[in-house]
């Protein structure tokens, strides 16, 4: 037990009863569990739960190459946690087949709750022939990760988990250890650029240049994005491939929700080598809704989408092909996307944005960010590590 609360304190007495999600009425639940965690945390913004329905159902693209299992928590009758647990085939090609993940923690401040949650997950795992277990994860590194660990004050953005400041400490607890912190970065698009930076553009001027994503070769276009990705990020700790599917599924939610002009292409001769995704803080509009686009949800998400522009955004996906990384021309493709999308983030009304996540050993980018752009971390998730053994079960 990990608290001073009485309540808490006569709660262990209680049995927790760990049970698998197995039906439609306990994924509904499993969705269900935040709302009662954050009951009280005015920086939480719930997820729109048919989203979060159709994250989980079979329709999630990650299913065509991973599993997953999720459990409930309950004392006395009631939720109070949940947790998942992940084998990803993708991930085993890369790292290892003994390689598993968890995810979807949530439970209320109880060290007796958090093991319960553990020790199920980890058996399971080890089921898979997982030892190595990594986390948290929403299925994979490509979608929400990591545990909040700094920035709680402030509202998650767009795709961005929040968490309760408890969570890592008792995590530890169960014999996790820290393994990569993932940092967010918080920026005004409105920031000037340094003569050192407009001399480095200068310098490549006529070399290269950006265009916009090209609507009508909308799928092509998806498609280059993926192998720019795939290809920037490929060296990066953890990296995992998007597939065709996920790319294209990521592909529908900017269709419906990014202005062409907030996808810069970065063209050297004509060749497509680096790129950024600019995306309106959808969270800004959704927070009276409470998860619920029913019974006027909709409505009312249609008419701000229309007519109430969000004043912030978040940039999550940007890359340099790895050939120009490290080098001089690398660091102008990357201020010259980066310049590019930022005017255009503005005449929409956009003032600053959530840079996320950046791996906190990746000293070319900040650098960029800190130094150039000068802005400054404003939240920090960690990803942690636990090898199983015999004395799991």
């Not at 090609?93 to 995810?103: A, I, K, P, S």
């Not at 277990?133 to 509202?155: D, Y």
């Not at 980066?338 to 996540?357: N, P, Q, Y």
């Not at 752009?373 to 590590?385: A, D, H, M, N, T």
Request: a neutral charge; glycine letters at 8%; charged letters at 25%.
């Amino acid at each position: 037990m990990n608290s001073n609360n009485p309540d808490q304190d006569s709660r262990t007495k209680d049995v927790i009863d760990v049970r698998a999600v197995q039906n439609r009425k306990q994924i509904k639940e499993f969705i269900s569990v935040p709302w009662v965690i954050y009951a009280d945390d005015p920086a939480w913004i719930a997820p729109l739960k048919l989203e979060r329905r159709m994250h989980l159902s079979s329709l999630n693209p990650f299913f065509k190459h991973g599993r997953w299992q999720g459990w409930l928590a309950y004392i006395n009758g009631k939720p109070v946690g949940r947790i998942s647990a992940q084998i990803d085939d993708l991930h085993r090609e890369r790292y290892g087949q003994n390689t598993g993940h968890f995810g979807f923690l949530e439970a209320i401040e109880d060290t007796q709750v958090f093991a319960a949650l553990c020790k199920t997950a980890e058996n399971w795992l080890l089921q898979q022939g997982a030892t190595e277990i990594t986390g948290p994860l929403g299925f994979s590194l490509n979608q929400e990760c990591g545990l909040l660990v700094e920035g709680f004050e402030s509202p998650p953005v767009l795709m961005m988990p929040h968490s309760r400041p408890w969570y890592g400490k008792l995590l530890e607890e169960q014999g996790y250890l820290p393994a990569k912190d993932l940092l967010a970065y918080w920026v005004n698009v409105d920031f000037e650029p340094t003569e050192v930076l407009l001399r480095v553009l200068r310098r490549y001027d006529g070399k290269i240049k950006s265009r916009t994503l090209n609507r009508a070769r909308f799928g092509e276009e998806m498609e280059l994005l993926r192998d720019m990705f795939n290809d920037a990020w490929s060296e990066n700790w953890g990296f995992v491939p998007f597939t065709r599917a996920e790319f294209a599924e990521l592909g529908t939610s900017l269709r419906l929700l990014v202005p062409d002009e907030f996808i810069q292409i970065a063209e050297i001769d004509g060749e497509a080598v680096a790129f950024i995704a600019a995306l309106p803080n959808i969270n800004e509009l959704i927070t009276d809704l409470n998860g619920s686009l029913f019974p006027f949800g909709w409505l009312k998400l249609i008419w701000r989408l229309k007519k109430r522009r969000a004043v912030t955004g978040r940039v999550p996906l940007m890359g340099v092909r790895k050939k120009y990384q490290k080098k001089a021309i690398g660091s102008a493709l990357t201020f010259l996307v980066v310049d590019a999308v930022r005017h255009k983030l503005f005449e929409r009304g956009i003032k600053e944005v959530e840079m996320s996540w950046i791996l906190e050993n990746n000293t070319g980018m900040r650098a960029f960010l800190e130094n150039v752009i000068e802005c400054s971390i404003y939240k920090r998730y960690r990803l942690y590590q636990k090898t199983l053994g015999a004395e799991t079960g």
